[in-house]
């Protein structure tokens, strides 16, 4: 925070539109994170702030409580007709962690109601489900963990295999299989980012992996839960990374791209299994919060839904993702470059060998993208693009020559 506060010059934003940000000097950047994966749609999409708009003007804030609006019923309806089929619960929360703590809360109730006491998690190694104290637990990065383990709930994580190894890949595979067979008994659940680990440094998990964690835990009873907080709404490709595996979760978490990045606003999914557990007699969900099912939030996700319906977002994505694909592909032999990878609007190198998030090497490329202007926020070691869906070629052309340009300027 010293440091923070002496000597580093933060970006003073006055105004963002479409993929770029803009400062109060009027020098433009051209968001190469869609801010934090979250601005799927571009900055001030006209329709969002129309949606917005209406509806503060109509009806901001009221408990959903006994109570029930349109905006809300509409988009658990809506959003339940996209999800993956089985699907077919919704319940609004906040943001990204609250979608996850709801999930890890609502496993622990389901078996409880049960008079099941497993109360054990189990997620991956170098896996982010956000800050909570329940998502601290389930996190798999070590550095944002160690400070609160002494505290956190029982959660077993489980090694992930580097990309390309596919002996490693298989043994990863088994270690889980294995771990779900034996002490499943003592499982509430299994959490996993599906194909892409984001904050670990956007490391691939392939799905393969995800469909044998799903059949081992069908098999054994024990419960999964897809946190889609980054990979849904278009970010690999499909709408949920699901889809490629072909597997549907006991739950999914969503947010971020879900209300377009313009408001706080999330949502669990899950199946009948689970809701009729809480369905009969006096079985509430413990988990009622003020902002449960926000209207404006609301409003909003349901424009985004049907802005991906009518603007054809997922087609129009196609040849975009092959241009980053073509790039990164491209990128592995500058200097420097160790592994390149990319999925859908995701494309990511390493400039260490075992990239670490408090790596020093990004921040480079960092400040000189700045000065091309671009905000290529890494991940320690790792530089990586996740642009709004709808970047247009020229500003996609534009982002992928600012990354090539700064790596050569940093690494010779
Ligand atoms: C960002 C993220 C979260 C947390 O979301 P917040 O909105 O920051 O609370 C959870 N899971 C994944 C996979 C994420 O990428």
Redesign the pocket.
Known sequence: MRRYIDEVEPLVLARSAGSSLFDVDGRRYLDASAS???AVLGHGHPRLLRALREQSETMGHVALAGITHEPAAMLATELCAVAPRGLDHAFFTD??????ECALKMALQFRYLHDDRRTRFVALEG?????TLG?TSVGGVEVFRRPFADVVVDCVHVPVAPEGDDVGQARAMEVLVELVEKEGASIAAVIV?PLV???AGMRMVPPEYLRALAQACTKHDVLWIA?????GYGRTGTMWACEQAGVVPDML?T??GFSGGLL?M?ATLVSDRIFDAFAQGERAFYYGHSFCGNPLGAAVAREVLAVFREERILESIQPKLRRIREAFDGFASLPGVKRTRSLGMIGALDLAESSSYLGKLGWRVYEAALARGAWLRPLGDTVYITPPLTISDAELDELLGIVHDSIRAVVR
């Open positions: 934090w994966w979250v943001d990204g962690s609250t979608a996850v896996a982010f489900h956000g800050d998502c980012e680990q984001g904050a946190d889609e907080v980054f990979t978490c947010a971020k706080p999330a």
